[in-house]
């Protein structure tokens, strides 16, 4: 089966990652399609990126004592 992009920008990219690789034009899109669909498989969804950040950043965060209003009042600086 047969690709066909008749596009001068896509063009001109395989051309330039297949100088900078020293490689084909058909090399340098294989190459490039394969790194692209590897990044989308290793894609963390961003809820469960969330979700890390929020059980090691903000872990303790929440715990502690309520405060006073005499220590709410020194943290404002009043």
Known sequence: ????????????????????RHTTMTQAVIDALSNELERERQKVPLKDRIEALRQTHFKGVMQGHDMT??????????
Do not use: V
């Open 1 to 20: 089966m047969a690709l066909n992009i008749r596009d001068s920008r896509a063009e001109q990219l395989a051309k330039e990652l297949a100088s900078y």
């Open 69 to 78: 209003k005499d220590e709410i009042d020194a943290m404002w600086g009043q």
